[in-house]
């Protein structure tokens, strides 16, 4: 794109996890042009930054997907719109003006667009740290925040810290891998799906991962780059040493909406305020979706981003076009543009 151009468009969709990406398929099938920015390098957001290879089992039509494939399956589905992309870079601006609103990014790049979907998950995102001396110089070598690749922890000796799904989800996973897992919380009961800790507490009976709970992690052992010990304490004060060398912390994220807070639009607690039947926020043509829209009785799955993404791109069709009667189609009536 030549230096100072701007690019129109009628919908400019900020965040290209799973709910921006089917908000694609969503606009495209009603005619409505899309231009996607994502502050990370590529597209799925955490499904990808954070768990690709992790399976997900609430995907309407698929009894198990990694999140990765997922990812890929929703590509390939918009791939017919030709979504132009903006990879590696942050909405720092956004304003109005003659009925459109103007974005620029972080690296320069700016749009005009008749709409808004902010599909921004819970916002930029990192790890929350435990308070261990000399955490940072492991990170990245023998302590991780995330899996990529299982295939990596093949016969490690892993501790996983946590009490979330994340971390029981993690340890179901690795256990078939590992040479030896830990899963370490400070409680004697887990925050995860029930039938997921169940199957979790029967591994522990068969011998395959050992639960250390209640236990809390004092001090990591090692020699600054490749973990050898991990030290816990329970409440009583009574002491262990883990022999390791990987550490999994599954702490959860912290988050940042960053911009997005100057924007004007209604915030509670992170997240944006929408109606539950348009996704609008409280700015007219500026519409929410996904991790980061609120309202009363949301749930965070990924199923309920998709329903978001077309009630967006419905009301979004509604807006600009207020006069023209709508004849709605099926998409096996209508087809997808491109298909055979």
């Excluded at 990014?105 to 435990?130: D, L």
């Excluded at 550490?247 to 960053?258: A, D, K, V």
């Amino acid at each position: 794109m030549p230096m100072g151009e701007i690019i129109e468009k009628d919908v400019v969709i900020i965040g290209a996890g799973p709910s921006g990406l089917f908000a694609v398929f969503e606009c495209g099938m009603l005619s409505l042009s899309c231009v996607v920015f994502d502050a990370l390098p590529c597209v799925g957001g955490q499904c990808t930054a954070l768990y690709p290879e992790k399976p997900i089992y609430d995907i309407p039509g698929c009894p198990e997907i990694l999140a990765g494939d997922l990812i890929v399956n929703l590509e390939r589905q918009i791939a017919p719109f030709k979504p132009e992309y903006h990879l590696g870079q942050q909405i720092v601006s956004l304003s109005k003006k003659d009925c459109f609103w103007h974005i620029s990014s972080s690296t320069g790049t700016e749009v005009k667009a008749k709409a808004v979907i902010i599909a921004a998950g819970a916002g930029a995102f990192g790890p929350n740290r435990p308070p261990l001396e000399g955490l940072e110089s492991y990170e990245g070598k023998s302590v991780h925040y995330m899996v990529q690749r299982k295939e990596d922890f093949r016969d490690k000796v892993i501790a996983i810290a946590g009490g979330g799904d994340s971390a029981v989800d993690w340890a179901l996973s690795l256990a078939p891998l590992a040479k030896k897992l830990y899963v370490i919380h400070r409680r004697d009961k887990f925050r995860a799906a029930p039938e997921s800790v169940r199957q979790m507490e029967e591994l522990a009976k068969a011998g395959k991962l050992e639960l250390v709970v209640p236990y809390q992690m004092d001090a990591l052992g090692g020699d600054g780059e490749q973990l050898s010990a991990l030290y816990v304490s329970s409440l009583e004060g009574l002491q262990k040493t883990l022999p390791i060398d990987t550490l999994l912390l599954f702490y959860g994220l912290s988050m940042s909406l960053g911009p997005i807070t100057e924007w004007g639009l209604g915030i509670d607690n992170h997240h944006i305020l929408t109606d539950p039947v348009t996704a609008q926020t409280s700015e007219t043509g500026i519409y929410a979706i996904g991790d980061i829209a609120s309202y009363k009785n949301k749930q965070k799955l990924i199923l309920t981003g998709f329903h978001e993404a077309a009630m967006a791109a419905h009301a979004i069709r509604a807006q600009l076009n207020p006069d023209k009667e709508f004849h709605f189609e099926y998409s096996t009536t209508k087809g997808v543009p491109g298909a055979s």
